[in-house]
């Protein structure tokens, strides 16, 4: 690697990785899991820094849906403990966002990461598909799915889930 191309990575590096961490956040509900799941894209971007230097995010993104997918099915489920908070201000609407993470963390890694890429990421059911390497359908009803699974497990998020949504 260059020294331009070095440069070039970690100026991206300081630039993006707050946003790309609270990505992998949403995507493993764990700090220690997502700054794993961050430094493993990050590794795979640097080996390939000549080739996707002209939208590295993109890659990056790709490389922790895909990731973390590769780690759900190599792993039991099992739930976050509110212990595992860092502590950090909390924001105005605590009890909204602990509820959302309580909840987010009861459904399969499979429909928290659809539902991360689709209303987070703010991503189009076909741009969803193609960074999971599912089909349409199967994201569609994995959201249906899991916003129903969110109602039954959270009812006082009706509102900000929707009714039909």
């Known amino acids: 690697m260059t020294t331009a191309d070095r440069d070039?990575?970690?100026?991206?590096?300081?630039?993006?990785?707050?946003?790309?961490s609270r990505t992998a956040y949403l995507l493993t509900g764990d700090h220690h899991l997502a700054q794993d799941l961050l430094q493993a894209a990050l590794m795979q971007a640097v080996k390939h820094w000549r080739r996707i230097h002209t939208s590295p995010e993109a890659y990056v993104r790709r490389a922790m849906y895909h990731q973390n997918i590769s780690w759900w099915r190599r792993r039991r489920i099992t739930e976050t403990s509110l212990l595992s908070y860092d502590g950090a201000v909390p924001?105005?609407?605590t009890d909204l966002r602990l509820t959302l993470d309580q909840a987010l963390a009861r459904l399969t890694p499979k429909q928290r990461t659809v539902l991360v890429l689709r209303f987070y990421e703010d991503l189009t059911e076909v741009e969803t598909a193609r960074a999971l390497g599912l089909s349409t359908s199967t994201v569609k009803s994995t959201t249906r799915q899991s916003l129903a699974r969110l109602r039954t497990l959270a009812p006082e998020l009706a509102e900000l889930i929707g009714a039909d949504a």
């Open 8 to 20: 070039g990575f970690d100026e991206f590096v300081a630039a993006r990785s707050a946003a790309l």
């Open 91 to 93: 924001a105005p609407d």
